[in-house]
């Protein structure tokens, strides 16, 4: 008996060979496509959103503490004033002892027209009838002993008398406490 092939030329092994190849470098294909495709940017999403997370964390304690810092910051100011405010009595100036030292020793011919007191400092202005009164009265002020420095800031003079700036610093480590 003679064998019919109905399959005339259809099955070679040449052909289940390429046909197998070709169905194993698609699949491989199709997987590496998928994983770059998928699996990959499933993976980079995750990631992407740890960090979202991580991110949002350290925002919140950033304005947490950025809220600290701004009451802290208040209260060193309000801390900042109550010390300025407080300031002459923990210098302790006794102001009647410094007017009477300043009544004991102004000349006759020195007219004072304003006295101030800021930062450790007593402005005194005034006038004179010449330069030298100025002298005297700072050489006076001086010996008093109130005062660590005293500097003329300004004089001015048109002939007929004189206008003074006089800035005294007070040594305030030997001034007794106020106890009034």
Excluded: H
Excluded at 3 to 9: A, S
Excluded at 22 to 38: A, E, K, N, Q
Excluded at 92 to 121: C, H, M, N
Excluded at 153 to 167: M, N, Q, T, Y
């Amino acid at each position: 008996m003679n064998d019919i092939n109905l399959l005339n030329g259809f099955y070679k092994p040449s052909r289940t060979v390429k046909f197998i190849s070709v169905t194993i470098i698609v699949t491989i294909v199709v997987g590496i496509l998928s994983y770059i495709g998928i699996i990959l940017p499933l993976r980079d999403k995750q990631e992407l959103s740890l960090e979202a997370w991580k991110f949002t964390k350290l925002n919140n304690e950033y304005e947490n503490l950025e809220k600290e810092y701004s009451d802290l910051s208040r209260q060193v100011e309000e801390f900042r004033q109550k010390a300025d405010s407080i300031s002459p009595i923990v210098t302790a100036i006794k102001w009647s002892e410094v007017f009477s030292f300043i009544e004991q020793v102004i000349p006759r011919g020195i007219t004072l027209s304003s006295l101030s007191y800021g930062d450790e400092v007593l402005t005194i202005q005034g006038y004179a009838e010449n330069d030298i009164e100025v002298a005297q009265f700072m050489v006076k002020l001086r010996d008093t002993e109130l005062f660590s420095k005293i500097e003329l800031k300004r004089i001015d003079g048109d002939g007929s008398g004189e206008v003074f700036v006089l800035a005294c610093s007070f040594k305030i480590n030997d001034i007794e406490p106020n106890t009034d």
